[in-house]
């Protein structure tokens, strides 16, 4: 495949063909990044929770990256999805013979939701060999060339996964704070399930087994919705790396007299990466708008119980008897683990969408940036390859979206904002003339990075 340089000649551009020879001393000269090293430590961990169920991870050839059925990852995940389905219908089961609340529909919204990922995930899984395949196409022609790309997915991951495990902590040191309180003449692993799990143990007889299974359960409903958000942040930092590469190359001939083969070959590569984007976004966007979703929904959750009834230490227990409970001193927090929990779980949540919604609005943002520099063509060497260029970048919105109802720009955060605030302006004033209502906030925790509020029996 030819790709084309320039090289400057006294007054004025002379291109200069160049064959694979030379596309390889390129690479070699400086350090490429392909789209499977990137994300390949994500990707990883991952297939670590049940996701992604693809065979090839560790390749770096687009042709050995398969999905097979049979295998033993989409066995794992199939079970694991199974697994989720079960939880979920307990939740339902428990809401459907209980009192309806706010709170109590958050463990059916939260394992439904992570139901509905996996199987996302899954599909995702089914067309990632061929999305692979496609954009080593793309790098053959334009290779990668961002060399901070691989770390900052790395260190995004890491990150991510460390403060969800952090908040994970601290739900179980809240767990079994309230367990402690609630049942005393149980054994302590035995109170924590119990408390924790009511939709499970109400319905089910206590045993260690179904104990671990079902904290195991918890434990990768919990992950995979970090996952969910970590999984869009990498490969927005992908799309975005694409896209700025082809605005260097324009921010450098921004003013210059240029001939109309350069406006050509670089309308070529912005087009490429474009395409690369639309690929994306038709496997992922079903992960984005869950994603999404899932945010908005436990943000407002958390901010309305909040506002409702502050960061107490005080609550309800889960048994067959609901008791008021006051929150013994000799905890490892000092009696503080759910509020601890609490306040850490509700910063850490906004503290991520925020930076989902930003990162991933940084696609549109880049996709935007060869406008000023068209426009500022000089007269002289304006041609059909320049109004081409500018009419695709003005014509097209290139980003995210989610299954196309919503496309991730910048502008959406205040719109997600207005949402909230609107949100919870209507559920104060229904709140307040309907007493009848009963919203409670109790003192110990929801699963995971949801709230700490725990459900009524």
């Given at each position: 495949m030819l790709q084309t340089r320039f090289r400057k000649n006294m007054t004025f551009w002379i291109p200069v063909k160049k064959n694979k020879v030379d596309v390889a001393k390129a690479k070699s000269q400086k350090s490429v990044t392909t789209f499977p090293e990137a994300l390949r430590v994500t990707l990883i961990v991952g297939q670590m929770f049940s996701l992604l169920p693809?065979?090839?991870v560790f390749t770096n050839v687009a042709s050995n990256v398969k999905f097979v059925i049979t295998s033993w990852k989409c066995v794992y995940s199939s079970l694991s999805i199974i697994g989720q389905m079960f939880m979920a219908v307990l939740c339902i089961n428990k809401l459907a013979n209980s009192h309806v609340s706010l709170n109590s529909t958050s463990p059916v919204i939260f394992y439904v939701t992570t139901c509905v990922t996996m199987i996302m995930f899954f599909q995702v899984?089914?067309?990632?060999?061929?999305?692979?395949?496609?954009?080593?196409k793309a790098e053959d022609m334009d290779p990668n060339f961002d060399c901070s790309l691989t770390r900052k997915c790395n260190v995004t991951c890491a990150v991510v996964l460390l403060l969800a495990l952090l908040e994970h902590i601290l739900s179980l040191l809240s767990a079994f704070a309230g367990a402690k309180t609630c049942y005393t003449d149980m054994d302590s692993y035995e109170g924590f399930v119990l408390h924790f799990y009511p939709w499970v143990f109400n319905y089910l007889p206590y045993s260690v087994v179904l104990g671990v299974i079902t904290q195991f359960l918890h434990f990768q409903?919990?992950?995979?919705?970090?996952?969910?958000?970590l999984f869009v942040i990498c490969m927005s930092y992908y799309l975005t790396s694409r896209l700025e590469q082809v605005n260097k190359k324009l921010l450098a001939a921004q003013g210059k007299y240029l001939p109309e083969i350069f406006w050509r070959v670089t309308r070529e590569d912005y087009c490429r990466a474009t395409q690369i984007v639309r690929k994306v976004d038709g496997v992922i966007s079903g992960v984005v708008f869950i994603s999404f979703a899932n945010n908005l929904f436990f943000i407002c959750l958390q901010l309305?119980?909040?506002?409702?009834?502050?960061?107490?230490?005080?609550?309800?227990?889960?048994?067959n008897e609901t008791k008021t409970i006051v929150v013994s001193k000799s905890g490892p927090l000092g009696g503080h683990e759910a509020a601890t929990y609490f306040l850490f779980?509700?910063?850490y949540l906004l503290s991520r969408s925020v930076a989902v919604s930003l990162i991933a609005s940084q696609v549109n943002s880049a996709s935007a940036v060869p406008a000023p520099v068209l426009y500022d063509v000089p007269s002289p060497v304006y041609c059909v390859e320049v109004q081409r260029f500018l009419d695709q970048v003005n014509g097209d919105k290139v980003a995210l979206s989610g299954l196309q109802f919503f496309s991730v720009t910048r502008g959406l955060l205040l719109t997600v904002a207005g949402t909230i605030v609107t949100y919870e302006l209507v559920m104060f004033q229904f709140n307040s003339s309907t007493?009848?209502?009963?919203?409670?906030s109790t003192a110990t925790v929801l699963p995971t990075t949801m709230t700490t509020t725990t459900l009524a029996s």
């Open positions: 693809f065979n090839g899984a089914r067309r990632w060999p061929q999305l692979v395949q496609q954009i080593a409903s919990t992950f995979i919705w970090n996952f969910s958000d309305f119980n909040t506002l409702e009834n502050g960061l107490k230490g005080t609550g309800e227990c889960t048994g779980s509700l910063v007493p009848t209502l009963n919203i409670t």
